[in-house]
């Protein structure tokens, strides 16, 4: 056989090679294929290697169990939270900080609305993964407070102060997320996140930039003795006002 008639043969096998999806994204094609035709209980892992054209043992050096398959991602997010918050300096203001890192995982969930769409549906569906879901969502909630924990050290009351502002970031961001998840993907994340995330920054940080130049409202509150006449009122609120 000439070798001009063997080269077409290998540039053939490299062409298919590099159409094949990566293994790991084989069989997580593979799982939810499975779990939307059959139900995540009735989905067992070797019908998952079998659809996905592998050994159970390739199926376990990607992923310890059939509930990690469906949360692919969440371990190079949680990794790339972690580097986020640690590369920054001690001139960031924190709250900021561990709200910046919480976009990040939004933005994980936006890179793929359909994928996150079917998540969000058979989680739902079933207890186990809701409960696998918790546990993941409190890994960040500990990776937010050990950040803010540092920042705090030197604060009266730093660890409490930590512990709470962590927790209503990450209410605040699962809050966006099941809006942006219950429009089918289709809102804007990075807006609706913005949004609760604000409420966060003006409660225990600096307000986001969207607000800092607004002003705020002046609000005056009279006491007046029960009973006394509506001119009198009105008089004691043009006083406080400084009205003549």
């Known amino acids: 056989m000439s070798s001009s008639s063997a080269a077409p043969r290998r540039g053939e096998k490299a062409e298919a090679a590099a159409a094949k999806p990566p293994m790991r994204d084989a069989l997580v094609a593979a799982a939810f294929r499975l779990f939307l035709e059959r139900g995540y209980e009735q989905t067992t892992v070797d019908d998952i290697v079998a659809l ?11 992923f310890p169990s059939k509930e990690d398959v469906v949360f692919p991602d969440h371990e190079r997010c949680l990794s ?11 001139g960031d203001e924190p709250v900021g900080r561990v709200c910046d ?8 969930y936006a890179e793929n609305p359909t994928f996150s769409v079917q998540r969000y549906r058979l ?4 207890p ?23 920042r705090f050290a ?7 102060q930590a512990d709470v502002i962590a927790a209503a970031v990450v209410a605040a961001h699962n809050n966006a997320l099941r809006s942006w998840l219950r429009s089918d993907g289709q809102a804007d994340a990075d807006t609706t996140v913005d949004r609760a995330l604000g409420y966060v920054q003006s409660a225990f940080g600096s307000p986001p930039a969207s607000l800092a130049g ?18 009198r009122v009105v008089q004691e609120i043009e006083t406080t006002l400084g009205r003549d």
Do not use: C, I, N
């Open 214 to 231: 607004e002003q705020p409202e002046d609000v005056v509150v009279v006491v007046s003795r029960r009973g006394a006449p509506l001119w």
């Open 80 to 90: 790339d939270m972690t580097e986020f918050l640690a590369a920054g300096d001690a």
């Open 154 to 160: 030197e604060r009266r009351d730093g660890t409490l």
């Open 123 to 126: 989680t739902k569906k079933v």
């Open 128 to 150: 186990g993964l809701r409960a696998y879901e918790l546990s993941v969502v409190w890994r960040y909630e500990r990776a937010l407070a050990e950040y803010l924990r540092g």
């Open 52 to 62: 996905a054209g592998v050994g159970r043992r390739s199926f376990f050096r990607y």
């Open 101 to 108: 890192a919480a976009r990040l995982v939004l933005r994980m």
